[in-house]
C-alpha cells in the first residue's frame, strides 16, 4: 500500500508548491503523503514499491467535466456534424436503439478511454436512460472500469420528450414522461450504487433541457436531485436561437443557482446573465471541440474565468471528436489567447503580452475539473493529504526530449498528448504501466465495444443512414427568431 515516485518533475497545480524541477513523491494508502526531493527510505527494506520518475512529469490526474460516454460506440461518427446534425442522428434516432448492454460498453470502454488518456475524472453526463436496465448498466460500467466519476442520471424521458415532436410514449408499465416515475428510478439507482463517498463513484442528476421542457418540469427536477442530496450539471444556452438567450436568466428567476450547479457551454450568455453567476458558487465547463465544431459558439473561458471561481474542460460529444484531455487544454489556451488579441489585431498593433498562460489551461483540466465535480477536496492538485490520483507523462520521446526542465507545465501543456501518458494512479492504484492499462483486460474491452457498435450500426442500417432522408423535422431550427 505504498508507493515511492523518485526524481520526477511535477506541475503540482498546488497554489503553494508550484512546478518542482525534482522531487519525489510518497504514497500511502492511497494517499499522497509527501512531496519533496529525496525523500528518505531504506531501498532494500522498503515495504512498496518504488517508481523510477526520471523523464517523466508527474501532474494531477485530469477531470473531463462533461462527457457523454454511452455515446463510445459511435466514436467519429459526427465528425463532419454540426448540432442539428447531431439532434437528429443521436439524440432522436440512435439513442432510442440502446440496450442495456450498449449502455454498459459505451460508459465501461469510453471511462478505459478517458483513463488511458490521464483522465481519472469524469463527469458522465447519461442523459440517455431509457429504462432501469439501462441505468444500473450504465452506472456498472463506470464502476468496472476503476475510475472516479460523478454519474449524472439524465431525467429526460427519451421517447416522449425529444427534441421532436415526432416520438410516441411507451405502452408498458408506468408512464415514463411522469416524474415520480423516473423519481423511483433515481432513487433505486442512489441507494444501490452510491450509498457511501468513500468511494470513487459519486451521484448527480441532469434535469432536462431548457429548450424541451418547461420551466415547472425542470424546477422539479432540481429539487430532487437536492433532495436527494445530488450535483446537478446542466446544458445551458448552447442554442444560438434568440428566445432561448435566457437559461440563466431562468434559472435565476426561480432561485435554482448554488454551488451544487455545474452549467455546460453557456457560450450564448448574455453578459446580465454572466453576472448572475457572480458569486453564486456555479460552475461551467467549457467544451471547446464540440462547441466550435457543432455552431455553439466561441469558448467561454475569459467569461467563466472573470464571473465563477474559474472554468472546467469537457470532451462533450465522443461521437464527434477524440478524448485527449492534454491536446484539448492547449487547443483551448490558443484559442484563448487569439481571443484575447483580437482587439489589438482590430487596431492593426501587434500583441505585446501573453493574457494566457499553460498554467491556467492546466488549472482548468486538473484543480478547476475536480471543483465543478464536487471533488477538489480530494484531488485536483499534488497536494500532501489529498487522494492519489497521479498521472505520470513520459517525456523521454523523440517529439519530447529536450523538453524544458525549468516548467513542467509549459513542457506538459505545449508537447504532450495523450500518446505519452505512461503511469496512472487512481486513489493510489495503478491502473497504467508502460502506456498500458494494466487493471482490465484490454482485448475483452474492445470486444465488448465491438459488439456493440456492430449492432448499432446494423440497427442503423449503416453509417448512410445515420440521419435518416428526409431529415426530421427540428421547429427549434425551422422558426429560429
Not at 85 to 101: F, K, Q, S, T, V
Not at 315 to 326: F, K, R, Y
Not at 405 to 426: E, L, M, W, Y
Request: proline fraction near 4%.
Amino acid at each position: 500500500m505504498r508507493t515511492l515516485i523518485r526524481n520526477v518533475a511535477a506541475a503540482t497545480v498546488d497554489p503553494e508548491l508550484g512546478d518542482l524541477a525534482r522531487t519525489d513523491i510518497l504514497i500511502e494508502d492511497g494517499v499522497i503523503r509527501e512531496i519533496r526531493p529525496d525523500i528518505a527510505v531504506d531501498d532494500a527494506s522498503f515495504d512498496g514499491e518504488i517508481v523510477d520518475g526520471r523523464d517523466r512529469i508527474a501532474i494531477p490526474g485530469m477531470v473531463d467535466t462533461h462527457r457523454h460516454t454511452w455515446q463510445t460506440a459511435l466514436r467519429g461518427i459526427l465528425a463532419d456534424g454540426n448540432i442539428p446534425d447531431y439532434l437528429r442522428g443521436i439524440r432522436l434516432h440512435m439513442a432510442p436503439l440502446y440496450r442495456a448492454e450498449d449502455m454498459y460498453a459505451g460508459n465501461y470502454v469510453g471511462a478505459l478511454d478517458a483513463l488511458n488518456s490521464g483522465i481519472t475524472t469524469i463527469v458522465d453526463y447519461c442523459h440517455n436512460i431509457l429504462d432501469p436496465d439501462g441505468a444500473h448498466a450504465a452506472v456498472t460500467g463506470l464502476r468496472d472500469a476503476g475510475i472516479r466519476a460523478l454519474y449524472a442520471h439524465g431525467l429526460t424521458p427519451i421517447t416522449t420528450n425529444t427534441w421532436s415532436q415526432s416520438r410516441g410514449g411507451s405502452a408498458a408499465g408506468a408512464d415514463p414522461a411522469a416524474l415520480a416515475t423516473r423519481a423511483v428510478l433515481a432513487r433505486r439507482i442512489r441507494e444501490e450504487y452510491f450509498s457511501s463517498d468513500d468511494q470513487l463513484l459519486r451521484f448527480g442528476i441532469a434535469p432536462q433541457e431548457l429548450a424541451i421542457a418547461p420551466v415547472a418540469d425542470v424546477a422539479a427536477e432540481f429539487r430532487l436531485a437536492r433532495e436527494l442530496g445530488a450535483r446537478i450539471t446542466f446544458h445551458a444556452n448552447q442554442v444560438m436561437v434568440r428566445q432561448l438567450f435566457q437559461d440563466v436568466e431562468v434559472l435565476h428567476a426561480h432561485g435554482l443557482l448554488a454551488d451544487d450547479l455545474l452549467l455546460v457551454h453557456c457560450t450564448f450568455n448574455t453578459p446580465h446573465e454572466w453576472d448572475l453567476l457572480d458569486d453564486s458558487g456555479v460552475t461551467v465547463s467549457v467544451c471547446a471541440e464540440t462547441e466550435m465544431q457543432m455552431g455553439m459558439g466561441y469558448p467561454a473561458i475569459a467569461e467563466a474565468t472573470a464571473h465563477t471561481a474559474g472554468p472546467s474542460l469537457g470532451i462533450d460529444c465522443v461521437s464527434g471528436n477524440g478524448g485527449d484531455m492534454v491536446s484539448h487544454s492547449r487547443l483551448v489556451l490558443q484559442a484563448t489567447r487569439y481571443r484575447a488579441d483580437e482587439p489589438e489585431y482590430a487596431a492593426m498593433r501587434a500583441p505585446q503580452t501573453m493574457a494566457w498562460t499553460t498554467k491556467d489551461a492546466l488549472r482548468w483540466a486538473t484543480l478547476n475539473g475536480a471543483r465543478a465535480a464536487g471533488v477538489d477536496h480530494l484531488v485536483g492538485s499534488l497536494t500532501v493529504g489529498k487522494r492519489a490520483d497521479i498521472v505520470l507523462v513520459d517525456m523521454s520521446g523523440i517529439s519530447q526530449v529536450g523538453w524544458n526542465r525549468a516548467d513542467p507545465t509549459g513542457a506538459v501543456v505545449s508537447q504532450a498528448h495523450a500518446g505519452c501518458i505512461d503511469t496512472i494512479f487512481v486513489d493510489g492504484r495503478v491502473v497504467k504501466r508502460g502506456g498500458v492499462l494494466t487493471h482490465v483486460d484490454l482485448p475483452a474491452a474492445t470486444a465488448t465495444l465491438e459488439r456493440s457498435h456492430e449492432y448499432l450500426y446494423d440497427r442503423m442500417g449503416g453509417a448512410g443512414q445515420f440521419i435518416p432522408q428526409p431529415p426530421i423535422d427540428i421547429p427549434l431550427y425551422r422558426e429560429r427568431a
